[in-house]
Nanobody
Framework: QVQLIESGGGLVQDGGSLRLSCAAS???????MGWFRQAPGKEREFVAA????????YYADSVKGRFTIFRDNAKKTVYLQMNSLKAEDTAVYYC??????????????????WGQGTQVTVSS
């Protein structure tokens, strides 16, 4: 089992920045990692993903150019740097880990482990 704990969420003004962290523990190995988010009344959606080495990254069109996913494997932590935040970025953000190392998918079903989520609220 892999346990994931997110942190870094909070309240920020429109145009502001936040950095989310996701610390992994347990039977971790070379996992592809992703971030998803879920706004009230909406389905969980893909935000960003990276392969195990961090050499490949993928983003939803809605966050491309504003968000950056990166990881520190020595710390078993993946980050989501969010800049130029907008009210529509308000959601619970979830970290996810895949058993696969190289495939960083965009679907909920591509991931095997999930964190509990951290709330991000952007005030306009």
């Amino acid at each position: 089992q892999v346990q994931l704990i997110e942190s870094g969420g909070g309240l920020v003004q429109d145009g502001g920045s936040l950095r989310l962290s996701c610390a992994a523990s347990g039977r971790t190995s070379s996992n592809a990692m992703g971030w998803f988010r879920q706004a009230p009344g909406k389905e969980r959606e893909f935000v960003a993903a990276t392969n195990w080495s961090g050499s490949n990254t993928y983003y939803a069109d809605s966050v491309k150019g504003r968000f950056t996913i990166f990881r520190d494997n020595a710390k078993k932590t993946v980050y989501l740097q969010m800049n130029s935040l907008k009210a529509e970025d308000t959601a619970v953000y979830y970290c996810a880990a895949s058993r696969l190392a190289y495939y960083a998918g965009r679907l909920y079903s591509d991931y095997d482990y999930w964190g509990q989520g951290t709330q991000v609220t952007v005030s306009s």
